[in-house]
């Protein structure tokens, strides 16, 4: 899969699960063929920016729980993108909350990252 290619789908995964507008088996179909740093690095985004101790959060974590639920390949591939290095450097210097409503630069910076 192409670079932009990437960037569409993982695009599409986390406004899909953000704001409910790709129900999470379809997301989960689109997840399966992304690298394992985006997916880790989506679900750990909208972990942090919608904590389950907000209320108004459940809906977007149910959308997440179904996600990770869908299959032990795609939770072997979040383990696999929480260990690559481009996701510790990513911890390292930046904080998921930094990139609140701003999820769309989050994975573009992560994709150039991906594709230097």
Do not use: C
Not at 9 to 22: C, K, P, Y
Not at 81 to 98: A, I, L, M, N
């Amino acid at each position: 899969m192409s670079m932009s290619d990437e960037k569409r789908d993982a695009l599409r995964v986390l406004a899909g699960l953000e704001n409910g507008t790709l129900p999470p088996g379809q997301a989960a179909i689109v997840a399966q063929d992304l690298d394992p740093v985006l997916i880790y690095v989506i679900v750990a985004f909208l972990r942090a920016v919608h904590p389950a101790s907000d209320p108004a959060a459940s809906s977007v974590l149910e959308r997440v729980v179904r996600l990770m639920s869908s299959g032990p390949a795609l939770v072997r591939k979040h383990a696999e993108g929480e260990r690559d290095p481009v996701s510790r450097w990513f911890e390292s210097e930046y904080g998921y909350g930094d990139f609140r409503g701003r999820g769309p630069e989050l994975i573009e910076l992560i994709v150039d990252k991906l594709d230097s």
